[in-house]
């Protein structure tokens, strides 16, 4: 179990800047997830934290401890790579028990053949046991890598797109599963990706990581509902939030480009009042209906299954709707549409920030 802070943390390689006065705090037994695209430095993130770089400035804490002179194996962390990184000759029980056979640690056998067949049942690669390495599936592979973590019992796990190279399936399913495996040991997970569904279903806290800087950190519902700015608002969500340019005039929502205007339900002080902003608008959050104010053009239908991905076209704009897939549409045909006016989030145009933010 552990606590974990990062406090005002630079790194630079030569005059690149991986990251920029980061401030992170993980909670003991919390599941926390970095997200963020390639080489926004979340895998320089992990490396700080498990010691394997040092920060050009700025303190890494463990339970309160400032680790600067702590060594990667004083640490006491695990990290678990999207690549797997096992011993292909040996067996699964072989692999699994590597890191507790290490001369430091001095665990008695029984001990390791207990732990081993715990983690095992965790995992549910009992029967893979005697396997060699090589003769398992990615997703086996995983696991194991994931059980060579466990089987130690360190004090945070640190993993870096551990499902990234697995088919879509097997993600999801693992996903699952290592979220229970958390939940079930109480540890800490720091969880980098760079996947939002990851992100989104796993994270008890999620932090949007963005070209080395932190852009929000809060709870799933938080940055999906309340997103500090237009970038968290395009990182989650798919399809993502619309994002349309206009104004309020009047306590309405008036639309630029395609001249179209809708109730706003917020705050609408002098400070919003004809101001350039930007509306942002969930898909699900648009209504298509018979009676509805605006009328649209369907530009494209994405069927899902139990819902409809619309692609709709008013003037120059185009937005996206999620509908039920029962809902009578067509390519080329106009619609009628509203939106859900409470869960409109205004965004000042110029910065991009969130008005319920910098209020
Ligand atoms: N050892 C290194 N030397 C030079 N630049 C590095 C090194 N490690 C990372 N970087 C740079 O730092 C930035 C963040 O990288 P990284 O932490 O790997 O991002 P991510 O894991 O989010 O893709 C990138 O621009 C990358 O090129
Ligand atoms: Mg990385």
Redesign the pocket.
Known sequence: MAHIELRNVT?K??N?T??RNLDLEIADGEFFVLL??????????L?LVAGLEKPTEGQVFIDGVDVADWGAAERDVALVLQQYSLYPRYTVRQNLEFPLKSKLRRVADAEIAERVARVAKTLRIENLLERKTDRLSGGEMQRVSIGRAIVRNPRVFLM?EPLSALDAKLRESLRTELKNIQMNLGQTFLF?T?DQIEAMSMGDKIGV?NN?KLVQSGTPNEIYNNPKNTFVARSVGSPPMNLIDGKLVDGRAVMKAASFELPYAGANGAATEGRALTFGIRPEDVRVESGAPIEAMVHDIENHGVEKILTLRVGETTLRATVPALTDVAIDKPVRFSWDAERVVLFDKASGDSLQHSA
């Open positions: 790194k390689f030569g690149q991986a990251l963020g695209e390639t080489g926004a430095g979340k895998t320089t993130t490396r870096d980098v760079h990581l080395g």
